[in-house]
């Protein structure tokens, strides 16, 4: 992971570090010329705000939760009432731990 590229969509930040790129304007624009053309795949790390973003523009192919064992009670809700997708399960496994791992495709 230390040595793979990676795409940091910010406002703020200005040293680029860990290998990073910034996509710093049109952010839409910038992440579909980067899917265009490639079977490429991009992996977005805790940040919900920019996964609502994304869904917003139907620019996530597949989502990957891991469910693990544990009850919280309250949070964040990941979809929210204007993000809802319709999403077909593909991959299912379960780890020794008890983890769920899912994997969704987007559905039109």
């Known amino acids: 992971m230390n040595t793979m ?3 940091v969509v910010t406002t703020t930040l200005e040293e680029p570090k860990w290998n990073a790129s910034f996509i710093k304007n ?5 992440v579909t010329k980067k899917k265009e ?7 977005i790390y805790g940040s919900g705000q920019l996964i609502r973003t994304l869904m917003d523009h139907n620019l996530i192919d597949e989502y990957y ?3 693990h ?3 919280l009670g309250k949070g964040k809700r990941f ?3 204007q993000n809802q997708r319709s999403l077909k399960l593909v991959r299912v496994k379960t780890t020794t731990t008890g983890v769920a791992l899912l994997s969704y495709q987007a559905s039109e």
């Not at 049109?26 to 910038?30: C, L, R, V, Y």
């Not at 053309?37 to 992996?43: I, N």
Request: net charge negative; proline share 8%.
């Open 37 to 43: 053309g490639t079977d490429q795949q991009y992996l």
């Open 5 to 7: 590229p990676k795409y």
């Open 79 to 81: 979809f929210m009432e």
């Open 26 to 30: 049109n952010m839409i624009e910038e």
């Open 69 to 71: 064992p544990v009850v």
């Open 65 to 67: 939760f891991m469910v």
